[in-house]
């Protein structure tokens, strides 16, 4: 019986040592740029997960969704978010970001601090102090290196809204851009303003704009979206919503200029692996 057990032990620890070396080996290895924008219904929920396989989350969504969707699309074993991203306090923004901080060891967040009675980012914030979480707020336009590779530029805001009530949360949106390599990636919260960005010295073209406000005409002006000239315009909208986003305007706008459009309502998670030139739409 002994000699069993110590057989049986024996081969548990061969098997457990090739887990361990097969775990190093997989989180050693430089993959391709991931870049998803979730189904999470009305509302926004994007993942990317750089090369070198940091994980930056920009805002929650209304509920829970993105939980299994962080599940379904990380390794089983990934239980971090390196970077999220809170573009304004809407609750289709924040409210899936609370059980993420649950559930996920967060190690940074990003907000801009803008005061807002509503219970979703009230739980936000008490998470963030009671786990002491590593918070900054984004009151100017900065560089973020991510990795040699891959940074982030923050183009709004440009002042500070920490512990000020304003009129229209969309317009204290973060905004910014993504770069991985040559591959320029723009995201929008539901910043409305856009006339404050195209006239500054962005240089806002890139390949892919995750669209603004979910659609809505007011943002995606034409001429923010001719500055940024997509190839890919995603729009993240819950079907049938009572908000009739998108708005036609904003579609006619897109395909106007050669932009492909792609909806999570019509095509669920949208997500792309980019190699640092180009492009690779994946299947869901």
């Not at 110590?6 to 050693?28: A, E, P």
């Not at 204290?172 to 006339?195: C, M, P, R, W």
């Not at 993240?236 to 009572?242: C, L, P, Q, Y």
Request: glycine share 8%; hydrophobic share 45%.
């Amino acid at each position: 019986m002994r000699a069993k057990r110590v057989i049986i032990i024996f081969y548990l620890l061969i098997f457990l040592s090739f887990l361990l070396i097969l775990l190093l080996f997989l989180g050693l290895q430089k993959s391709s740029f991931q870049f998803c924008v979730f189904d999470v219904g009305q509302g926004d929920a994007i993942l990317t997960r750089t090369a070198r396989g940091q994980n930056i989350l920009i805002d929650g969504g209304s509920d829970n969704t993105v939980i299994y969707k962080l599940g379904e699309y990380l390794p089983f074993y990934e239980r971090k978010i390196d970077l999220v991203i809170l573009t304004h306090p809407h609750a289709d923004h924040v409210t899936g970001l609370v059980e993420v901080l649950k559930r996920y060891k967060v190690k940074n967040i990003f907000l801009t601090g803008v005061i807002y009675n509503e219970s979703g980012y009230q739980a936000f914030i008490n998470l963030i102090r009671q786990e002491d979480i590593n918070f900054k707020i984004i009151d100017e336009p900065q560089r973020v290196i991510l990795d040699h590779e891959t940074e982030l530029i923050i183009l709004f805001p440009d002042q500070s809204f920490l512990d000020q009530e304003v009129k229209n949360l969309n317009n204290t949106s973060i905004v910014a851009k993504l770069i991985y390599q040559n591959n320029l990636i723009i995201l929008t919260g539901d910043f409305e303003h856009e006339e404050e960005l195209v006239s500054g010295n962005w240089g806002l073209l890139a390949d892919i704009l995750k669209v603004g406000h979910h659609g809505s005409d007011t943002a995606n002006s034409l001429e923010f979206l001719a500055a940024v000239k997509p190839a890919w315009a995603i729009i993240s909208v819950g079907e049938n919503n009572k908000f009739g986003h998108p708005h036609q305007q904003t579609i006619d706008y897109l395909s106007r200029l050669g932009s492909k459009i792609l909806r999570t309502d019509q095509d669920g998670d949208v997500c792309f692996r980019l190699d640092g030139e180009n492009m690779v739409l994946k299947n869901n």
